[in-house]
C-alpha cells in the first residue's frame, strides 16, 4: 500500500511532471506510467530511508524539473519533543545554503550602482582590518579573501551568541591575511559574515530587513526569515539534533548559530521552489548577472577554483553543476542543481551528520528525471 499521507505525498505538476498523478489526464499507456510513479516512489523511500521513522529528526526533499515541482516528500520528525511532523513547510536552518541569498543582496546593490566587485571592502565598512586592505568584495564573494576564520578567535567556552558584528571585532586579532587576496581559495565563513555587514552599510537596513523586503516578499518566501532571537520567529520551525547510541539529543544551537550571514537564514522546500523559480527566470538578478554568479573564480596565476558567488561550480556530463552544502549544530542540507537539465534537488535535515550530498544525486539519478 503506497503512503498518501499528506507529509508524505509525492506532488507532481498537471501533464508537466515525469511521475504520473491521479487527477494528471493520462495517455494511453497510464499502467506503464503507474509503474514508474511506484517504483519511483519505492525508489525514493529507499534513498531516506534513514529519515522514514515517525520517533527520529526527519529530512524534507525537493525536486523541480522543468520548471514546475516534481517532488515535495519529508520523511521523519521536526520537533522530536513535540512529536510534530517533517513536511513540506518546515522551516530548517539552512546552515551555508544562507550563502546564496547573501549573494544575492551583494549582487542586487552592484546592480544598483551601490558598489563594484572590485572595491575594496575597508573603503566600504569603517573597522575593517588594516591587514585585509587588498581584499575586494569580489574576494569575499568567492573565498578568495584570505581572511582568518572568525570561529578561530570564539573562546571554547563562549556561551554568549556571536554576531554578524562581533566577527569584524574577532578578526581584529589576526596579524595578517593566510594568503594574498586573489591567490588562493580558502573556504570562509568570515567573507559572508562581512559581506552581510556590507549590506546594511550600504542599505541602511538591518540586513535581515533587506532580505526580507528585497528577496524574501517579493517571492512570496512568506515562512522564509534571516532568524534573530528576540526580534524575529521561526514559524513551521525544525530544530536541530544529533542521534547518538545514548539516544536523541537537541542541538539546535551553537555558539556561532547567531552570525545570519554565513548560515543564519530559516526555509522550507516550499518557499525554496519559489527561490528556484526567480533563479531560472531571472526575476531578481537577470540572467546574465545570474551567470556571473555561477561563474567560478580565476586566481591570480591564472587557475580556476570551483566556486562563484554563493555556489560551488563544476561540471559534469559536459553540464554545468551547481551545488552547496549546509552543515551547523543540528542541521545538515544540500542543494543540487543542473541549469542546462533543469533540474534541481534539495534536501533539507534537523540532524548533525548523514550526508545529504550523497543523498542528493542519488534522487538526481533516478530514471524519472533523467
Known amino acids: 500500500m503506497v503512503d498518501l499521507h499528506p507529509s ?33 516512489m519505492a525508489a525514493l523511500d529507499s534513498i531516506f530511508a534513514a529519515y522514514d521513522s515517525p520517533d527520529v529528526p526527519g529530512a524534507s526533499v525537493l525536486v523541480i524539473k522543468d520548471g514546475s515541482v516534481a517532488v515535495s516528500r519529508s520523511y521523519g520528525l521536526a520537533d522530536v519533543e513535540a512529536r510534530t511532523r517533517a513536511s513540506d513547510s518546515t522551516n530548517y536552518r539552512l546552515a551555508s545554503l544562507s ?33 585585509g586592505r587588498d581584499v575586494r568584495i569580489r574576494h569575499l564573494l568567492n573565498h578568495t579573501s584570505g581572511i582568518w576564520a572568525y570561529e578561530s578567535f570564539v573562546p571554547r567556552e563562549q556561551t554568549v551568541q556571536v554576531k554578524d558584528s562581533d566577527v569584524l571585532t574577532l578578526i581584529q586579532q589576526a596579524e595578517s591575511t593566510y594568503f594574498p587576496p586573489g591567490t ?18 550600504l542599505s541602511g537596513q538591518s540586513y535581515a530587513s533587506f532580505l526580507r523586503d528585497r528577496i524574501f516578499a517579493p517571492l512570496g518566501m512568506d ?28 542541538t539546535d544551537q551553537s555558539s556561532t548559530s547567531a552570525v545570519l550571514g554565513d548560515g543564519g537564514i530559516y526555509s522550507s522546500i516550499h518557499d525554496l521552489a519559489k527561490w528556484d523559480r526567480a533563479l531560472e527566470s531571472g526575476a531578481l538578478v537577470s540572467r546574465e548577472l545570474q551567470a556571473v554568479a555561477w561563474t567560478p573564480a580565476t586566481l591570480a596565476n591564472g587557475t580556476t577554483t570551483r566556486y562563484g558567488f554563493g ?14 552544502h549546509g552543515e551547523t549544530s543540528g542541521f545538515t542540507n544540500f542543494i543540487l542543481k543542473y541549469p542546462e ?30
Open 8 to 40: 508524505r505525498l509525492l506532488r507532481l505538476a498537471p501533464c508537466a511532471a515525469l511521475l504520473a498523478v491521479s487527477g494528471c489526464h493520462h495517455t494511453p499507456g497510464s499502467a506503464r506510467e503507474t509503474t514508474v510513479q511506484l517504483s519511483s
Open 311 to 324: 555556489w560551488f561550480v563544476d561540471r559534469e556530463d559536459g553540464g554545468l553543476r551547481l551545488s552547496h
Open 341 to 370: 537539465r533543469r533540474l534541481t534537488v534539495i534536501v533539507l535535515t534537523n540532524r548533525r551528520g548523514g550526508a545529504p550530498w550523497d543523498l542528493a544525486p542519488k534522487v538526481a539519478a533516478l530514471a524519472a528525471f533523467r
Open 99 to 131: 550563502k546564496q541569498f547573501t549573494a544575492t543582496a551583494i549582487m542586487l546593490l552592484a546592480r544598483e550602482g551601490r558598489l563594484r566587485y572590485d572595491d575594496r571592502a575597508a573603503e566600504l565598512l569603517p573597522g575593517f582590518p588594516a591587514h
Open 223 to 250: 515562512g522564509t526569515v534571516a532568524y534573530e532571537a528576540g526580534v524575529s520567529t521561526v514559524q513551521n520551525r525544525a530544530f536541530g539534533y544529533t542521534i547518538r547510541p545514548s539516544g536523541i539529543t537537541r
Open 184 to 201: 588562493a581559495y580558502r573556504y570562509s565563513n568570515t567573507g559572508y559574515a562581512l559581506l552581510a555587514l556590507i549590506v546594511e552599510r
